[in-house]
């Protein structure tokens, strides 16, 4: 399935649908062509669905100047669905482009193409078939958006009713840098430019705190927490035991336009 807006713009995003991708929409006014599995409410100039077997995505991709690689499995029950959703989507993004198109993928910190955790490891991968290339690689953990914007994350340290304690992945120990969506958006847009630096750099906010930390700056005060065990298992590690991030000075040298917001749950 197919829709077109009027207007035309070399940029295509894998994952559109996804919260970065409505928002990086949001941002060009939906000067871009998007990439989906389905779909749905995606207001862009042009929706290909079913974009990994479609040759009119591929099309796009080779047409494309810049390409936002958003797509990828979250949360899978196998490693194949990791394998399918994530290595081969970013084979399929290297394999279409053009030479020299700007591609800008986010990966995960603590990817590694030998790690033991899945996603990790998928993440690990794409990164090394995107390494030749004209490639920017984001490594983000937390994406949180405050009150008037919440993400996942923001949901969980604000967590918790009738005073009770908060689920949280970990034992509350494990340290984030939460980066605001605002500055994911900006950081990708500056990174789909031509000229911009390629490599792989932290996407990590200004501020360093301890997920319990997180949380009683979120409740005002001292909050009990509570170990959560709904989680898919290599979320769960993922969350639970995190990469702790660098700080963002190798970031913002290369992107020196981008501005870090400071972030209150």
Same mark, same amino acid.
């Not at 009770?164 to 950081?187: E, K, N, S, W």
């Not at 660098?246 to 917001?261: N, Y």
């Given at each position: 399935?197919m829709t077109q ?15 970065? &991708?409505? =928002? ?5 006014? /939906? ?8 779909? &749905? ?7 290909? #669905? ?6 009119? #995505? ?11 690689? $958003?797509?990828?499995? !979250? ?8 394998? #399918?959703? %994530? ?20 990966? =995960? ?14 993440? /690990?991968?794409?990164?090394?078939? $995107?390494? @030749? ?16 914007? @919440? ?8 967590? &918790?009713?009738?005073? &009770? ?12 840098? @939460? ?10 847009? *500056? ?9 792989? !750099?932290?996407?990590? /906010?200004? =501020?360093?705190?301890?997920? =319990? ?6 409740? /005002?005060?001292?909050?009990? %927490? ?12 993922l969350l639970a ?12 040298? #290369?992107?020196?336009?981008?501005? *870090? ?5």
């Open positions: 399935m807006h009027t207007s035309a713009r070399r940029l295509a995003i894998t994952g559109a649908n996804s919260r970065t &991708g409505q =928002q990086i929409l949001a941002s060009v006014n /939906g000067d871009a062509v998007a990439l989906v599995r389905k779909a &749905g409410d995606v207001d862009a100039h042009e929706v290909i #669905a079913d974009w990994t077997t479609s040759p009119a #995505a591929r099309a796009a991709l080779g047409e494309a100047d810049a390409v936002a690689h $958003l797509a990828g499995n !979250f949360g899978a029950p196998t490693w194949e669905d990791y394998l #399918a959703g %994530t290595v081969e989507t970013t084979r399929l993004v290297a394999e279409s482009v053009k030479e020299g198109t700007r591609i800008v993928y986010l990966s =995960q910190l603590g990817a590694d193409s030998f790690a033991e955790n899945w996603y990790e490891r998928a993440k /690990g991968m794409a990164e090394e078939i $995107l390494a @030749p290339m004209n490639a920017t690689v984001f490594r983000i953990s937390a994406i949180v958006g405050g009150r008037n914007n @919440p993400q996942p994350f923001d949901f969980m340290v604000r967590g &918790g009713s009738d005073g &009770g304690p908060v689920p949280i992945a970990g034992d509350g120990a494990q340290v984030f840098r @939460p980066i605001h969506i605002d500055d994911v958006v900006t950081a990708i847009l *500056l990174a789909t430019q031509p000229g911009a630096p390629s490599g792989v !750099f932290d996407l990590v /906010g200004p =501020q360093e705190h301890t997920m =319990q930390e997180w949380v009683d700056i979120a409740h /005002g005060g001292p909050t009990p %927490t509570t170990r959560r065990s709904d989680l898919p298992p290599a979320i769960d590690d035991n995190p990469v702790t991030p660098g700080d963002p000075a190798a970031l913002l040298a #290369a992107f020196p336009e981008l501005r *870090l917001t400071e972030w209150r749950p």
